[in-house]
């Protein structure tokens, strides 16, 4: 099929859309799936090869599984992980509403099930994605994802139509953000970032940063912004209160700990910063957002 008879004959089928929420020891064995994933990283960190490249995800990364691509995933670290995922056809086909999830090599799949894999319209062409996405700004994306699989679990009149219409505006979104072509950062943005999520558990200055990686600190704020949006300070803010709500969700332990845990001077710094960010002090958070049963068990 050519490339424009692509475009125009495009009729998403939703297979699945749920946010999945994994515990510290979860992983994929590597596997070959016969439609597409595309699965978002909302909270932890994960480690994710697809054939021979390996890549360390981090809160909004993007990642797209196309058929027959070999990947693994595995959870790193000791918090539980968020990943909203979606699988799909991009076409829809007679077997659509039939087809499963893969978890096998094809070297251990059956004639019949060799005959499922669906053709990759998205390594080359106007469809054309990497298998890892870092957007700069990824809230837009997650917004729309949320969206569809809002959609598609309350399964209301018309969903499957529905769900068509925002999985293509979603993969629209994600094809445009990536043709822009945003600059990626240099390796010195890059380096600082990466940095910043490994002092998710301790203060940090922009002093510190300035004398670390040897840049002014003007130049950092500038450039730092003009990539992610906000200031080195406001990301790392982030990251540490990502982590406070991953800890007040899913573990037991006590707001002194977690506020001890982070690097907090104290629990009372560790609760403003946590209700200027959130809106709400810890202990309603937890209250509010604490697991319910069914995620408990799962």
Same mark, same amino acid.
């Given at each position: 099929?050519?490339?424009?008879?692509?475009?125009?004959?495009?009729?998403?089928?939703?297979?699945?859309?749920?946010?999945?929420?994994?515990?510290?020891?979860?992983?994929? @064995?590597?596997?070959?799936?016969?439609?597409?994933? /595309?699965? $978002? &990283?909302?909270?932890? +960190?994960? *480690?994710?090869?697809?054939?021979?490249?390996?890549?360390e995800g981090i809160p909004g990364d993007i990642f797209l599984f196309k058929p027959r691509q070999r990947?693994?995933?595995?959870?790193?670290?000791?918090?539980?992980?968020?990943?909203?995922?979606?699988?799909?056809?991009?076409?829809?086909?007679?077997?659509?509403?039939?087809?499963?999830?893969?978890?096998?090599?094809?070297?251990?799949?059956?004639?019949?099930?060799?005959?499922?894999?669906?053709?990759?319209?998205?390594?080359?062409?106007?469809?054309?994605?990497?298998?890892?996405?870092?957007?700069?700004?990824?809230?837009?994306?997650?917004?729309?994802?949320?969206?569809?699989?809002?959609?598609?679990?309350?399964?209301?009149?018309?969903?499957?139509? @529905?769900?068509?219409?925002?999985?293509?505006?979603? /993969?629209? $979104? &994600?094809?445009?953000? +990536?043709? *822009?072509?945003?600059?990626?950062?240099?390796?010195?943005?890059?380096?600082?970032?990466?940095?910043?999520?490994?002092?998710?558990?301790?203060?940090?200055?922009?002093?510190?940063?300035?004398?670390?990686?040897?840049?002014?600190?003007?130049?950092?704020?500038?450039?730092?912004?003009?990539?992610?949006?906000?200031?080195?300070?406001?990301?790392?803010?982030?990251?540490?209160?990502?982590?406070?709500?991953?800890l007040l969700r899913y573990t037991n332990l006590t707001i002194q700990h977690i506020s001890d845990h982070l690097g907090f001077g104290s629990i009372h710094a560790f609760s403003r910063?946590?209700?200027?960010?959130?809106?709400?002090?810890?202990?309603?958070?937890?209250?509010?957002?604490?697991?319910?049963?069914?995620?408990?068990?799962?």
């Amino acid at each position: 099929m050519q490339e424009h008879d692509v475009i125009a004959r495009l009729s998403p089928y939703v297979r699945i859309a749920m946010t999945h929420i994994a515990p510290s020891n979860w992983s994929v @064995s590597p596997r070959q799936i016969w439609d597409y994933e /595309l699965l $978002y &990283l909302q909270e932890g +960190h994960l *480690l994710v090869t697809v054939e021979d490249e390996t890549y360390e995800g981090i809160p909004g990364d993007i990642f797209l599984f196309k058929p027959r691509q070999r990947h693994s995933i595995q959870v790193l670290g000791d918090a539980a992980i968020s990943q909203p995922h979606v699988h799909f056809d991009l076409i829809e086909m007679p077997d659509s509403p039939d087809l499963s999830v893969s978890f096998q090599m094809s070297s251990h799949m059956s004639k019949e099930k060799l005959a499922w894999f669906r053709p990759d319209w998205m390594s080359e062409g106007p469809l054309a994605l990497p298998s890892h996405i870092r957007l700069r700004q990824p809230k837009r994306f997650e917004s729309m994802l949320l969206e569809l699989i809002e959609e598609f679990q309350m399964r209301l009149p018309l969903y499957e139509t @529905s769900c068509k219409g925002l999985l293509l505006s979603l /993969l629209t $979104y &994600l094809i445009r953000q +990536h043709d *822009l072509g945003v600059k990626r950062p240099g390796t010195d943005m890059q380096a600082i970032r990466r940095h910043l999520h490994s002092k998710w558990d301790s203060e940090i200055t922009l002093e510190e940063l300035s004398e670390r990686f040897n840049i002014s600190k003007y130049y950092m704020l500038r450039t730092f912004k003009k990539h992610y949006l906000m200031t080195p300070i406001q990301y790392h803010r982030q990251i540490r209160m990502d982590q406070a709500k991953q800890l007040l969700r899913y573990t037991n332990l006590t707001i002194q700990h977690i506020s001890d845990h982070l690097g907090f001077g104290s629990i009372h710094a560790f609760s403003r910063a946590f209700k200027v960010a959130e809106g709400l002090p810890p202990i309603a958070f937890r209250t509010k957002s604490g697991p319910s049963s069914e995620e408990m068990n799962s």
